[in-house]
Structure formats: C-alpha cells, structure tokens
C-alpha cells in the first residue's frame, strides 16, 4: 500500500502541478479569447462605425452628384439666356443703327431741302427787292410821263386857233419848225420814261 500511496502521491504530485498549470493555461487561454472577442467587437464597432461613414459619404457623393447635375442644368439655362440676351441686345443694337441711320439720311434730306427753300427764299427776296425798286422806278417814270402828258394837253389847250393855223400852214410856215422841236422835246421826254425789263 505504501507503494499505491507513492504511486498516488506521485501521480497526484504530478497531477496537481498539471492541473495548475492547465488551470493557468485556462485562464490564460480565456484572458486571450475575451480580448480577442473584445477586440473582434471593437473592429465590428469600427466596421460599422466606417461602413455608417462609408453610407453617409455615398449618399453626400450622390447629392452632390444630383446637385452638380442640377447646377450643369442651371448653367446651361443661363448660358442659353445669357446667349439668348446677348443676340437679342445684338439686333436690338442693329435696328437701332438702321433707325439712327435712316434718320441721318431723313436730316440730311431735310437739311439740303431747308437750305434748297433758304436759297430760294433769299432769291426771292431779291427779286422781291429788286421788283420794288423796278416798281419805285416804274412809278417815277410813270409819274413824269403823266406830268408831261399833262404839260402836252396843257399846251393843246393852251393852243389858239390861230397858232393851230400857223403851225399847220404850209406856205408860211413860221411856227413850224417850232413846233416840231417842241414835239420832238416830248417824244425825247416820253422815250426817256419807257420801262425797259
């Protein structure tokens, strides 16, 4: 029995220095596999901690795509307008030089005909002046024509009837030639008073 007791006490010496040192490797073992399932739950946490961040930055990327398609349309409408004015201002901009152009030529025709009427109104107005002094002239030559008119049927009147005689006879002929200068004085007067245009 002493031997089943050294056996025993051998086996148990060994045996509990063993199961120590499993119990040690156990918990040793457990210790690894709680950090390992603490970590295995922090690399989770962070996966979806990054796959939250990862979502999130999809749908601001397709946001920001759906704005950027906006703003590429937004663009395009305002390039358009902005084209659409600038042709628009062009031919504005165009008639405007076809109005202003046709309006010079409108002055001008207006202008050469105001100053076509101011040549011929300074021209009448020559021949006005020049007619009122024909008619100031006209009027004194006829005014010295009625006066000797009026001297030649004073003197007619003025006549007897013998220097009628005299005048007239041929034989004698005395007052004759007399009268003849006296008749040839009136013509020169008369002649004197012709208007000549």
């Given at each position: 029995m002493r031997t089943f007791a050294n056996i025993a006490a051998i086996t148990l010496a060994i045996l509990v220095p063993a199961s120590a040192q499993a119990q040690s490797d156990a918990d040793r073992l457990r210790e690894a596999l709680r950090r390992a399932t603490l970590q295995v739950r922090q690399l989770e946490d962070q996966r979806a901690v990054l796959q939250a961040k990862q979502a999130e930055a999809e749908r601001e990327r397709d946001r920001l795509k759906k704005e950027t398609t906006a703003l590429k349309a937004q663009v395009?409408?305002?390039?358009?307008?902005?084209?659409?004015?600038?042709?628009?201002?062009?031919?504005?901009?165009?008639?405007?030089?076809?109005?202003?152009?046709?309006?010079?030529?409108?002055?001008?025709?207006?202008?050469?005909?105001?100053?076509?009427?101011?040549?011929?109104?300074?021209?009448?107005?020559?021949?006005?002046?020049?007619f009122k002094a024909s008619t100031k002239s006209c009027e004194a030559k006829n005014a010295a024509l009625a006066?000797?008119?009026?001297?030649?049927?004073?003197?007619?009147?003025?006549?007897?009837?013998?220097?009628?005689?005299?005048?007239?006879?041929?034989?004698?002929?005395?007052?004759?030639?007399?009268?003849?200068?006296?008749?040839?004085?009136y013509r020169d007067r008369i002649l004197d008073q012709k208007v000549t245009p």
């Amino acid at each position: 029995m002493r031997t089943f007791a050294n056996i025993a006490a051998i086996t148990l010496a060994i045996l509990v220095p063993a199961s120590a040192q499993a119990q040690s490797d156990a918990d040793r073992l457990r210790e690894a596999l709680r950090r390992a399932t603490l970590q295995v739950r922090q690399l989770e946490d962070q996966r979806a901690v990054l796959q939250a961040k990862q979502a999130e930055a999809e749908r601001e990327r397709d946001r920001l795509k759906k704005e950027t398609t906006a703003l590429k349309a937004q663009v395009k409408e305002v390039d358009q307008a902005y084209r659409q004015a600038v042709e628009d201002f062009n031919q504005r901009l165009g008639e405007r030089d076809e109005m202003l152009e046709r309006w010079k030529n409108a002055y001008s025709e207006a202008a050469g005909v105001a100053r076509a009427k101011d040549a011929e109104r300074a021209k009448f107005e020559r021949e006005a002046a020049a007619f009122k002094a024909s008619t100031k002239s006209c009027e004194a030559k006829n005014a010295a024509l009625a006066k000797t008119g009026s001297e030649i049927l004073e003197r007619y009147e003025a006549m007897n009837p013998l220097e009628a005689i005299a005048v007239h006879d041929p034989v004698f002929g005395l007052k004759r030639v007399e009268h003849q200068n006296t008749v040839q004085d009136y013509r020169d007067r008369i002649l004197d008073q012709k208007v000549t245009p």
